[in-house]
Nanobody, 112 residues
């Protein structure tokens, strides 16, 4: 299976971005999936999860600002990020939970 994350970019604080994670090789409807991020000098951290039954989870720091969703028809997971802050700057990765499958990462930079 391959995961391709895209949609990152440079945005001012308070702005929005929508990340996409397109999967090929397997149908994501069978899997719990998540978004993670890694800022310079820091460990990779969990951001949000999309359960195969529709459940969602978020790290406290993004609750109310980020929304994870998926389109099983498009075999794609999304992360809508609003009210972005400089501390959200990181490389964002998509991941099929409990597997070794990761996307290549997409850079999100939020300027103050």
């Amino acid at each position: 299976v391959q995961l391709q994350a895209f949609g990152g970019g440079l945005v001012q604080a308070g702005g929005s971005l929508k990340l996409s994670c397109a999967a090929s090789g397997r149908a994501i409807m069978h899997y719990h999936m998540g978004w993670f991020r890694q800022a310079p000098g820091k460990e990779r951290e969990f951001v949000a999860a999309s359960g195969r039954s529709g459940g969602m989870e978020y790290v406290d720091s993004v609750k109310g600002r980020f929304t994870v969703s998926r389109s099983n028809a498009k075999n794609t997971m999304y992360l809508q990020m609003n009210s972005l802050r400089p501390e959200d700057t990181a490389v964002y990765y998509c991941h099929i939970l409990r597997t070794n499958y990761w996307g290549q990462g997409t850079q999100v930079t939020v300027s103050s």
